[in-house]
């Protein structure tokens, strides 16, 4: 239980109150820090990632499904329709997710962290046991998945609620570490799916047999298998984590954030990193299958999901490193790089399929995932950076006192994180909407991939002209040329 002691100067200490409640929070104060905050804050931290995690897990549960409904006797997903009807299925959670992150980021003030990470985990009951029930009757209709796949995307939503959260429990010095924690955690879960449901998935074929009605009954356990994990999760917040009522968000922040053109331009930035991430997150189980229906008939390789979840984990470990080297080479130097290392690994998809080579598509792929993690991790961590700069510059400009220009900056950039974060994982919706308009309309993926080649350029430059292009950055704001954005 949260310690609860007088507040001294000499002694400060936490002080909680009934529903676990904290009201008094100085993480900023060493003394405080080390005596009570450290401890509260990286319980917090290690129960947030956990229900996180399990939040991506749910989210993405669909990226596997699809790939098994044909064999489980779904004539929506025979034949050709699977891979048009699995991008819609797939798709969906995506955007209810990315929707949802806006909200949720407001949540936290509002029902505090410990009771709204309870109903968020909490939530993830849902999708899960009612994909259960559903996969029970052949007959269930497409319109019932797409129901329960905007249910999953709720799972979706917990990253900005998580992220905002943690993000009031640590000083200024050590978020960055906590929050690159707290993402990376949360997008491991993406990996986690890929690589244990289809595992689950052959364990249900064993027990039953490789036919229709096994395949359903292999679906329905792969989705009962989180059902313990999140009622602990669930738990384990109402019963350990806390809240903070200093966690109030700056109203005119917010308003400032969304009038500052650095927001828009970072959230067209994380489009292509995050939005990638995911999006090709979902796609790829379905896209391997499809470009190479003959990995079907490799036992192990079916067990592994192909080895889809190799994209999504190292995706989400590369993350951290991403911020790391923010830190040696410049936020935008590294963004600008991983932008133009993405058009080439999409350049490289394409001549996999067209030589017809699994190790080729697999490895590329996997490169477009290791830069979109790095990529996450850059341009996070330029937002801070950014929005300092033009603090510092208006405070030359007009006398402002420099540490409340600061502190103004910061929470500007808080603000920034949310809208940022909800617009770059859209971007995984338009991803997949894209794929499967191009193999409809035009019968072939390729002019899609293109497309993104050509953006993923475009990003480049677009990092270029607004944070490397010397004589922008001297013109609008002198200390840009110098903070290593």
């Known amino acids: 239980m949260t310690a609860v002691a007088e507040k001294t100067s000499e002694s400060p200490t936490a002080q909680a109150r009934k529903g676990r409640w904290i009201d008094h929070w100085e993480p900023e104060d060493p003394t405080f820090w080390e005596k009570t905050g450290k401890k509260i804050a990286n319980k917090n931290l290690v129960f947030s990632v956990f229900a996180e995690n399990l939040g991506f897990s749910v989210w993405v549960l669909f990226s596997i499904l699809v790939t098994q409904m044909g064999n489980a006797g779904f004539a929506f997903m025979a034949d050709d329709l699977a891979v048009t009807n699995g991008l819609i299925l797939t798709s969906i959670p995506v955007l209810v997710g990315s929707t949802l992150r806006l909200p949720y980021t407001f949540a936290i003030p509002t029902f505090g962290g410990r009771g709204f990470t309870t109903f968020s985990a909490a939530m993830l009951l849902i999708p899960c046991l009612g994909l259960a029930v559903a996969f029970t009757q052949p007959t269930t209709p497409m319109w019932v998945f797409l129901i329960l796949a905007g249910l999953a995307g709720f799972g979706g939503g917990n990253f900005s609620s998580s992220m905002a959260n943690i993000s009031f429990f640590f000083p200024e010095h050590k978020k960055g570490t906590a929050l690159g924690i707290n993402a990376a955690g949360g997008n491991i879960g993406v990996a986690v799916t890929q690589l244990t449901m289809p595992l689950v998935i052959s364990l249900g074929l064993i027990?039953?047999?490789?036919?229709?009605?096994?395949?359903?009954?292999?679906?329905?356990?792969?989705?009962?298998?989180?059902?313990?994990?999140?009622?602990?999760?669930?738990?384990?917040?109402?019963?350990k984590m806390d809240s903070l009522t200093s966690a109030k968000p700056d109203g005119v922040s917010y308003k400032l954030a969304m009038r500052n053109k650095q927001t828009w331009v970072m959230s067209f930035l994380y489009i292509g990193t995050f939005g990638s991430f995911i999006g090709f997150s979902f796609a790829f189980p379905n896209l391997l299958q499809s470009n190479f229906p003959e990995m079907s008939e490799v036992g192990f390789l079916v067990a592994l999901g192909n080895l889809a979840f190799l994209g999504a984990l190292l995706g989400s470990v590369s993350r951290p490193f991403g911020g790391w080297m923010s830190d040696k080479l410049g936020g935008s130097k590294l963004t600008l790089g991983v932008f133009v290392g993405m058009s080439a690994g999409v350049a490289l998809i394409m001549l996999a399929l067209e030589m017809k080579s699994f190790v080729l598509y697999l490895l590329s792929f996997i490169l477009l995932f290791v830069l979109t993690g790095i990529g996450n991790g850059s341009t996070y961590r330029m937002i801070p950076m950014i929005f300092s700069a033009e603090a510092k510059r208006r405070a030359a400009e007009t006398g402002q006192d420099t540490a409340e220009a600061a502190a103004s900056a910061r929470r500007q950039a808080g603000a920034a994180i949310g809208v940022i974060g909800a617009i770059g994982a859209f971007g995984g919706f338009i991803v997949q909407q894209a794929l499967r308009l191009s193999s409809v309309h035009l019968g072939t993926m390729a002019p899609a991939f293109w497309a993104y080649a050509a953006l993923f350029l475009v990003m480049a430059g677009t990092t270029w002209w607004f944070y490397l292009r010397k004589s922008f950055a001297v013109r609008r704001a002198p200390s840009l040329a110098h903070a290593d954005v």
């Open 207 to 239: 027990i039953t047999a490789t036919n229709p009605a096994g395949y359903r009954f292999a679906l329905m356990l792969a989705c009962l298998t989180w059902v313990p994990f999140i009622v602990t999760a669930a738990a384990l917040a109402w019963f």
